[in-house]
C-alpha cells in the first residue's frame, strides 16, 4: 500500500537550510483594534462558521497573514496511520489521481473560449434605402384645435 499521506496547516515556516522554525498549533492573538476591524466584516462569522472555527481564532489567523504579509501557509505530511488515528481516512491513490485530473479538465475549460467571445449578427437587417419618407402635410383644423387647447383666450 503507498502511502499517500495528507497536509495539516501549521503557523510556522521552514528556512531555506531545513531549519525549522516555531511551530504554533493557533495564530498568535492580535491587537484588540485589528481584530474589531477583522469582526466587523458580517461574513467573518459565516466563513468561521463553514470552518469550524471560533470567530475569534479564525479572527487571530487572519490577523497573523494581515501582520505577516510574506508567510505562506506551511504544511505538514501527516502518515495515513497517524490520519486514520486523527478519525480522518486518508484518500486512495486513484482518487488523488481523479482530484488532479478534473482539476486539470476544469483548468483547461476555463482557458476555452466560449461562444460569447465570437462576433454577433445583427439583431434586425434593416433595408439600405429606408421605408417612403413621412410628409410634412398637416390638417389645418387639427392644428386650430391643438392651439386653442394649449393657448385658451382669455375672456
Given at each position: ?57 479564525f ?13 505562506e ?30 482539476s ?23 433595408p439600405?434605402?429606408?421605408?417612403a419618407?413621412?410628409?410634412?402635410e ?18
Open positions: 500500500m503507498v502511502d499517500t499521506g495528507a497536509f495539516l496547516s501549521r503557523y510556522s515556516q521552514s528556512m531555506s537550510d531545513g531549519t525549522q522554525l516555531e511551530q504554533l498549533d493557533a495564530p498568535p492573538a492580535i491587537s484588540a483594534e485589528q481584530k474589531a476591524k477583522i469582526l466587523s466584516d458580517p461574513n467573518v462569522a459565516k466563513i468561521a462558521a463553514e470552518l469550524g472555527m471560533s470567530v475569534d481564532e479572527a487571530n489567523q487572519i490577523g497573523y497573514y494581515l501582520n505577516n504579509p510574506g508567510v501557509p506551511a504544511f505538514l505530511v501527516v502518515s495515513d496511520d497517524n490520519l486514520r488515528k486523527m478519525g480522518v481516512e486518508p484518500p486512495s491513490a486513484k482518487a488523488i489521481e481523479a482530484n488532479v485530473r478534473a486539470v479538465e476544469a483548468i483547461k475549460a476555463g482557458q476555452s473560449p466560449s461562444g460569447f467571445d465570437q462576433a454577433k449578427k445583427k439583431a434586425v437587417e434593416l439600405g434605402e429606408g421605408g419618407q413621412v410628409s410634412a398637416s390638417d389645418p383644423d387639427l392644428e386650430d384645435t391643438v392651439k386653442k387647447a394649449r393657448f385658451p383666450r382669455k375672456s
